[in-house]
């Protein structure tokens, strides 16, 4: 497996020339990590951070009638809906501009069409497979939490490769056959990270500088280190099918 320096190497020379590209194709996923920066800052400066939660609501629940009871949880699981309908789209966006960037980390001299590229997620071929890779995934890392945090935190790491590896399974199937299955994706991330969580921890835990720079700016510094982190987080899983394939 190639050091963290090498893999980071790589993608700043495939990236030379071309940080316009690299940019435009994250340019999504970098503008929520921007506005998420942004409205942290927003909460600090309010004070909102400070204020201790209210719970003298809790007493009033006697005074309400089963049908106000009724229509406030009608408007909670809307809410939650609407939040978790927007957690899938930005997943979607995500994994399509991660799936984009591991085709230009092999083929380096692939042209780059960030609009298409970034909204492949949402083709057919994709789109309900990743919905459905994030729930499963979800349910299986938060059943190990319940057993205590740390099993629970070692399953993220051991499943962080499923969306990779589900569309290196789709493009090896053969046309007419039928889709891999979801659980066979994330078997496969489990079996290619077997011996590697904590490197891969340690590689993540490698932007935390650069993360902080990005902080320092408001989050203007995510529109680099987003395709930085994608570009080598691809090179990683890259690296890591070729060295299982060499194992084989």
């Not at 400070?50 to 408007?75: E, H």
């Not at 994994?95 to 970034?118: C, F, K, Q």
């Not at 659980?183 to 077997?194: D, F, G, N, V, Y």
């Not at 510094?221 to 899983?237: I, K």
Request: aromatic share 14%; net charge positive.
């Amino acid at each position: 497996m190639k050091t963290r320096g090498e893999l980071k190497q790589e993608v700043k020379q495939l990236f030379k020339g071309r940080w316009k590209q690299a940019i435009l194709l994250c340019i999504v996923v970098s503008l929520l990590s921007m506005f998420g920066v942004m409205a942290q800052y927003s909460q600090r400066a309010s004070g909102q951070t400070n204020t201790k939660a209210d719970y003298s609501w809790i007493n009033r629940m006697a005074d309400f009638s089963w049908r106000d009871l009724s229509v406030m949880a009608g408007v909670v699981i809307v809410v939650l809906l609407i939040q978790l309908a927007f957690y899938l789209i930005v997943k979607i966006f995500m994994t399509g501009t991660a799936y984009s960037m591991l085709d230009w980390v092999r083929n380096p001299e692939r042209e780059i069409h960030p609009v298409s590229d970034s909204t492949i997620g949402f083709t057919k071929q994709y789109a309900w497979q990743i919905v459905g890779l994030q729930i499963l995934q979800s349910i299986m890392v938060f059943l190990w939490g319940l057993l205590l945090v740390v099993p629970g935190i070692i399953k993220a790491f051991a499943y962080s490769q499923t969306f990779y590896v589900y569309k290196d399974l789709l493009a090896a199937t053969p046309a007419g056959h039928a889709r891999p299955r979801l659980l066979e994706a994330i078997t496969r991330s489990r079996q290619l990270m077997k011996g590697h969580k904590f490197e891969y921890f340690v590689l993540q835990l490698s932007f935390i500088g650069w993360a902080i720079a990005s902080a320092l700016t408001l989050g203007i510094g995510q529109l680099w280190l987003t395709p930085y982190r994608y570009g080598v987080f691809a090179n990683y899983y890259d690296n890591l099918v070729a060295l299982a394939a060499e194992k084989a």
